[in-house]
């Protein structure tokens, strides 16, 4: 299940800044994504827990002056705050590749039951990436390594 190169299949504009991110074979992308989603993909079947794992790439504005373990500590306090039974249960800062990327894994609630995300964030030329991978908690074993794989893939815009 290694993940294979993919490129978002966006116009490159100077407002629409581009990726490369590997994701597993046969997942399914987003044609269309959220507004400020570059990657929005989901295995092509679901586990017998019935959720299917999911991996989002957002990017977004972000200060100069902030660095990525305060940009991403203030976003994952604004999740805690919105998402049911939002338990933090990791959080660290390392270099991934030669960049400064900060991690939070955490568990919450989702409507088919408790889930686990992931999540590795960038900062450079003004710009956040933030790689968020959610699975269910029953399959987090099973993906976190794959979940893993696709964060060392992942060239951000900045």
Same mark, same amino acid.
């Given at each position: 299940?290694?993940?294979?190169?993919?490129?978002?299949?966006?116009?490159q504009t100077?407002?629409?800044?581009?990726?490369?991110?590997?994701l597993p074979?046969?997942?399914?992308?987003? $044609?269309?994504? =959220?507004? !400020? %989603?570059?990657?929005?993909?989901?295995? @092509?079947? /679901?586990?017998?827990?019935?959720?299917? #794992?999911?991996?989002?790439?957002?990017?977004?504005? $972000?200060?100069? =002056?902030? !660095? %990525?373990?305060?940009?991403?500590s203030e @976003?994952? /306090?604004?999740?805690?705050?919105?998402? #049911?039974?939002?338990?933090?249960?990791?959080?660290?800062?390392?270099?991934?590749? !030669?960049?400064?990327?900060?991690?939070?894994?955490?568990?919450?609630?989702?409507?088919?039951?408790?889930?686990?995300?992931?999540?590795?964030?960038?900062?450079?030329?003004?710009?956040?990436?933030?790689?968020?991978?959610?699975?269910?908690?029953?399959?987090?074993?099973?993906?976190?390594?794959?979940?893993?794989?696709?964060?060392?893939?992942?060239?951000?815009?900045?």
């Amino acid at each position: 299940m290694a993940p294979t190169p993919q490129t978002p299949q966006t116009p490159q504009t100077p407002q629409t800044p581009h990726l490369t991110v590997s994701l597993p074979p046969h997942w399914r992308r987003r $044609a269309e994504p =959220d507004h !400020g %989603v570059l990657v929005h993909a989901t295995a @092509a079947t /679901a586990p017998a827990s019935g959720v299917r #794992p999911e991996v989002v790439v957002r990017c977004e504005p $972000a200060g100069a =002056d902030v !660095g %990525v373990g305060a940009w991403r500590s203030e @976003a994952v /306090a604004a999740l805690a705050a919105r998402l #049911p039974d939002f338990e933090l249960e990791d959080a660290d800062e390392y270099d991934l590749d !030669g960049r400064p990327v900060a991690y939070h894994r955490f568990a919450h609630r989702g409507p088919l039951g408790d889930l686990v995300s992931e999540q590795w964030g960038w900062l450079g030329g003004g710009l956040g990436t933030c790689l968020t991978a959610t699975v269910a908690r029953a399959d987090y074993a099973e993906w976190c390594e794959v979940f893993e794989a696709i964060a060392e893939t992942l060239e951000p815009p900045c």
